[in-house]
């Protein structure tokens, strides 16, 4: 087989390959059989790039001498011209219908990127007027907690939520709630000191001053833990009148 048959099949290999691997990736992937396309369309492609250059591409330096150009040698030359003219034509159209094929099964994988998360990282479980439960799922009563004390709350009909989860605190002067996930890398703070008004996250030692909007005031995590609006209702059960005051966890919504 000449040169320019092979570098052909070779493109029509990645081609193939290459529509192969879109198949098996829009019907469910199979980790092992899209490595296999994958290696053997970038084959295809580099043996027919390196036979293009080794075997097409005039070797050089090359030093042409200048002669009369006869009627007969013209004649060879465009003959050379529209064989290359051919030749080229052919190579271009294998090159190109490999270069789309294995561009499009390269954008398959930004189907694995998921749905768009909106605006959900953004809200908990927590609506105006949803329940503080505790972790047995039973509603909390404000007068559950002494003062100095501290319980982690849910919202009703929740109580596997991650997001949702918030320290109830009873101060001299009532309570308060704030998210217990830790601004600075997502653990749950989970130690009060009743003495100084301090949330001790215990994964890097952040504190958090309850008296002054849960604000940090040690450690690593550099803003204030979001807080939760509450009331308590005429039966003393805890509710609360909205979500978060600021989107929960790490603080990379602050980045700009
Ligand atoms: S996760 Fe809380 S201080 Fe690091």
Redesign the pocket.
Known sequence: MNAERRIATAFGVTTISAVALAAVYANGGQPQAEGALLATALGGLAYGFVTWANRLLPPGPVTQQREPVHTEQQAVKEDLDRAQLGRRKLLTRTLGLAAIALGAAAAFPIRSLGPSPGDSLKRTPWRRGTKAVGEDGAPVRADDIPVGGFLTVFPEGHVDSADGQAVLIRLDDGLVAYSKV??????P?GLYQAESHQLI??????AFDVLDAARPVF???TRRLPHLPIAISSDGAVFALGDFDEPIGPAYWNRR
């Open positions: 830790c601004t600075h890398a997502g653990c703070v996250c215990p994964c890097h030692q952040s450690g690593p995590a």
